[in-house]
């Protein structure tokens, strides 16, 4: 990105004019005797000539070979050299000398190599403007450039040359801007010289930025796509004759030009296509306009390596100890809107195909999907394609586990905003104390919810979470392995919508349960147990001795299986003794199928979450109610004793009153 300042250093032999060009370039004009060696010059940025490209300060450097120490000291500091030579032998000095020179000290920054002292080349131009558009004897005033080919094809650190008069101020501005171009806009980041080709990183990434700007999804940028972009990345509108010269330009190169006369770059009524839109930028880097593809590319947030700014794509967000985050109804319009574009055959559904275009302009699925069974951590169709609820639910839980990756794949779908906008921090969660406990206090500003589903292997967990996403009870036992995230929407009484995250632990149980920090993000813990398996319920009760610190947290027991025939526990103690001693509900009779057990079932672990005093081990439901009788009394008594005084008041006022008319 363009850098606060740019130190450009100024070398090349005695006499070749080094100081002059400063002094000429500053003061506007040309001053015959000057010092050897002038200080350093900080140029601000509305000297350029194109100060929209311009860093905020230009500090030239002029130096002498005569005291090595000093040059090299500056040669490491700068950022970018200007090498001047004025005739054969200070030229024939550049590639025996200076450049080797550089390449010692292990510089590697662009050299922009500057013929000076060409005064000719001025007079002829204005000779050349002086003289009659209609004359037969048009003067020919190129100068052949010749003697920079070699160079350049030795010496790939040149980015560019140019003849430059200090006399008569000839080209003076242009060099200065090839120097602050060679940071601001690098032409080695995109194009190969030797081979004449767009370089791979940058070929990927216009690619992208063609796609994101494809808005219709058929593989061209018609007027208005181009139009948009123009705007977007120059905020101005392309001129018409401009569009009409691109498009002419195009279709002759794919007639003309071997390498695409079978490539399609631009097809009439339709739009330029993604090839045309790489041929164009290709020939802007080889005319010396890349400034034109940086422009586009920082529009959409590339750094000078060519990958998206870190800063961008996980920008800081505030996020308090006890906080979750959570996507704002702004993140939800946009992935909405994103799901609906690559829904193709519009069938509520993305099948492979739709997913692979929709992540084309990413890095592909994020780590968390893949290691989660996406899409099947979700809501899909029949088809096996995830809907718009699952994919509104899926981006809940990524949000939720870890923001960072939303914010991410926000900017690579083309969010322009910033990413935070998409999301919204919530409050912080509150401790209230009760029968000399500590626990959460209720919720009123969350929508997303996490809870841990625990318990002995083979108790109905993965037949719990296949059933939170819809899908059908199967016989068929698989042993979890790795952890399972189910994720989906439901809605409570009063029409509110949440979304509830189901995390079976798999192998890192143990290893999970004892991470105090890993709790923190856990909102509810679901204690499964068989209720067909007399040895189930003892693995909770050995859990809830060795983790005493999970009692800390809301518990909602689950007897699954409830359709098979009940069985005594083979436990010291029995479930509904412990939740008594706990507390907390009875466990709740579920079974894979009875759906009506399965719903109620959500929704207690949802209300859990949202009020966790009434599911915390440890808080008797007898002392909140001694403690509302308290309240109430308090508020009775106070009414009567107001009551009786008012009255005491009244009377004495009127046995006053009596008196007196005595």
């Not at 002419?248 to 009439?268: A, C, F, G, M, T």
């Not at 899409?375 to 586990?401: D, E, H, R, Y």
């Not at 919720?443 to 967990?461: A, L, S």
């Amino acid at each position: 990105m363009t850098k606060e300042t740019i130190r450009v250093v100024i070398c090349g032999d005695e006499g070749v004019g080094k100081s002059s060009l400063v002094v000429s370039l500053t003061k506007a004009e040309f001053i015959p005797t000057i010092q050897d060696v002038l200080p350093p010059i900080s140029i601000p940025r509305d000297f350029s000539s194109s100060p929209s490209y311009s860093p905020t300060n230009t500090v030239l450097i002029d130096t002498s070979d005569s005291d090595l120490i000093a040059l090299d000291h500056e040669l490491k500091s700068a950022d970018v050299i200007w090498l001047v030579y004025c005739d054969h032998e200070s030229y024939e000095h550049v590639s025996l000398f200076w450049l080797p020179h550089f390449r010692s000290l292990g510089l590697n920054i662009p050299v922009i190599l500057c013929k000076n002292k060409c005064d000719s080349i001025s007079n002829a131009n204005a000779n050349a403007m002086a003289a009659s558009e209609n004359s037969d004897d048009d003067i020919d005033t190129k100068v052949e450039d010749e003697e920079f080919i070699p160079i350049l094809m030795e010496f790939k650190e040149i980015d560019t040359c140019i003849k430059t008069s200090a006399k008569t101020q000839f080209d003076l501005n242009q060099a200065f801007y090839l120097c602050q171009r060679a940071i601001t806009h690098p032409i080695s980041p995109l194009f190969d010289a030797m081979v004449g080709e767009l370089k791979p990183l940058a070929v990927m990434a216009l690619k992208r930025i063609f796609l994101l700007c494809d808005l219709n999804q058929d593989s061209y940028l018609d007027d208005n796509e181009i139009l948009n972009l123009q705007k977007k990345c120059f905020n101005k509108s392309i001129d018409v004759n401009e569009l009409n010269f691109i498009k002419d330009l195009l279709l002759d190169i794919s007639k003309h030009d071997q390498e695409y006369v079978n490539r399609k770059l631009y097809v009439p009524g339709k739009g330029i296509t993604k090839d045309g839109f790489l041929v164009l930028n290709k020939i802007y880097a080889e005319r010396g306009r890349h400034e034109t593809t940086w422009a586009i590319l920082r529009t959409f947030h590339y750094t000078d390596s060519l990958c998206i700014n870190d800063k961008i794509l996980h920008p800081k967000l505030v996020v308090p100890d006890t906080s979750s985050v959570e996507l704002s109804p702004k993140g939800y319009r946009f992935l909405v809107d994103i799901f609906l574009k690559f829904d193709i055959d519009n069938d509520g559904g993305l099948n492979n195909q739709e997913l692979h275009r929709l992540f084309k302009c990413t890095p592909g699925l994020p780590k968390l999907w893949t290691s989660t069974n996406f899409p099947f951590s979700t809501v899909v169709n029949n088809k096996g394609c995830i809907t718009l609820q699952g994919w509104l639910a899926q981006w809940s839980m990524t949000t939720f586990l870890n923001y960072s990756i939303t914010t991410a794949y926000l900017v690579y779908f083309g969010f322009q905003e910033d990413a935070r906008l998409a999301l919204q921090v919530t409050k912080p969660r509150k401790m209230r104390r009760r029968s000399g406990k500590l626990y959460r206090s209720n919720i009123n500003d969350r929508k997303v919810f996490n809870c841990f589903v625990i318990g002995k292997p083979c108790c109905g967990k993965s037949s719990l979470l296949e059933a939170f996403l819809g899908r059908s009870f199967s016989e068929e036992y698989s042993p979890t392995i790795k952890p399972r995230i189910a994720v989906n929407s439901l809605e409570l009484k009063g029409g509110k919508q949440y979304y509830l995250i189901l995390q079976e632990l798999g192998e890192q149980e143990y290893a999970i349960l004892e991470n105090k920090d890993k709790l923190k993000e856990c909102d509810v813990i679901c204690l499964t147990y068989d209720s067909s398996d007399p040895e189930s319920f003892s693995y909770l009760v050995s859990l809830l001795d060795k983790f005493t610190h999970l009692q800390d947290l809301p518990l909602v027991f689950v007897a699954s299986k409830a359709d098979l025939d009940k069985q005594q526990q083979r436990c010291q103690i029995q479930p509904d003794e412990l939740a008594d001693e706990l507390f907390v509900n009875h466990p709740l009779h579920i079974s894979s199928r009875w759906l009506s057990s399965l719903n109620e079932l959500f929704i207690k672990i949802t209300e859990a979450a949202l009020d966790p005093g009434k599911n915390t081990p440890g808080l008797p439901e007898e002392t909140a109610s001694k403690d509302v009788d308290y309240r109430q009394t308090a508020l009775i008594f106070g009414s009567t004793v107001g009551f009786v005084a008012l009255c005491s008041f009244t009377l004495m006022k009127l046995f006053k009153s009596s008196k007196f008319h005595k």
